[in-house]
């Protein structure tokens, strides 16, 4: 079985940061991509920031570019999400997700159950 964790979010107020973790536990082989997400209430799931296996290749959404950093640590199995500058419109609930390689079953991704981000005017 394979699991991820989120942690880090709560209540901030505008023009303030949060660092969100989330953590992949069980076994595996390999994690590739890994990625953050967010849904708003009445809204669809959105696409916040990817990274690849390597670190190198991020990709961001527009409304986050340049207040909003993602970064890994293989060693710990753990993405982050660094935001900075948050506004109202950043409340969501925040959902990381990963391809993740396990012998005998592929490669699938999985999700963590969410953290509510709640930011205040």
């Known amino acids: 079985q394979v699991q991820l964790v989120e942690s880090g979010g709560g209540l901030v107020q505008a023009r303030g940061s949060l660092r969100l973790s989330c953590a992949a536990s069980?076994?595996?082989?390999?994690?590739?991509?890994m990625g953050w997400y967010r849904q708003a209430p009445g809204k669809q799931r959105e696409l916040v920031a990817t990274i690849a296996f390597g670190g190198g290749g991020t990709n961001y959404a527009d409304s986050v570019k340049g207040r909003f950093t993602i970064s890994r640590d293989n060693a710990k199995k753990t993405v982050y999400l660094q935001m900075n500058s948050l506004t109202p419109d950043d409340t969501a609930v925040y959902y990381c997700?990963?391809?993740?390689?396990?012998?005998?079953?592929?490669?699938?991704?999985?999700w963590g159950q969410g953290t509510q981000v709640t930011v205040s005017s």
């Open positions: 997700n990963a391809d993740i390689y396990r012998l005998g079953y592929g490669t699938n991704t999985y």
């Open positions: 069980g076994t595996m082989s390999l994690i590739n991509a």
